[in-house]
């Protein structure tokens, strides 16, 4: 099993900046690549980025590129999410999940076994 608690969430002001955090435990954190995903009310799940076991092949929606940044680092078994230059439409709950895909981070939910409870994004224009 893999446990993933997310925090960082909160309300912020359209053109603004959060950082989310995903603190993972219950096995290797190096072994497993990592993903972003949020999900607005009425709304399908989407991808947001990805990042592979070792930090290479970061993969992002074209709805956030240039915006937002995945990041990890194994030694504190976290993954990080920035997010800049926030739009209303960014307001969604995020989840982070784990894959045990064994290279490169793939961009689709259904390759993703463990997912985090969710941390709410607000923003405010």
């Known amino acids: 099993q893999v446990q993933l608690v997310e925090s960082g969430g909160g309300l912020v002001q359209a053109g603004g900046s959060l950082r989310l955090s995903c603190a993972a435990s219950g096995r290797t954190f190096s072994s497993v690549a990592m993903g972003w995903f949020r999900q607005a009310p009425g709304k399908e799940r989407e991808f947001l980025a990805s990042?592979?076991?070792?930090?290479?092949?970061?993969n992002y929606a074209d709805s956030v590129k240039g915006r937002f940044t995945i990041a990890r680092d194994n030694a504190k078994n976290t993954v990080y999410l920035q997010m800049n230059i926030l739009k209303c439409e960014d307001t969604a709950v995020y989840y982070c999940a784990a894959s045990t895909q064994r290279f490169g981070a793939p961009p689709a939910q259904q390759f993703y076994d463990y997912w985090g409870q969710g941390t709410q994004v607000t923003v405010s224009s």
């Open positions: 990042i592979s076991r070792s930090g290479g092949n970061p």
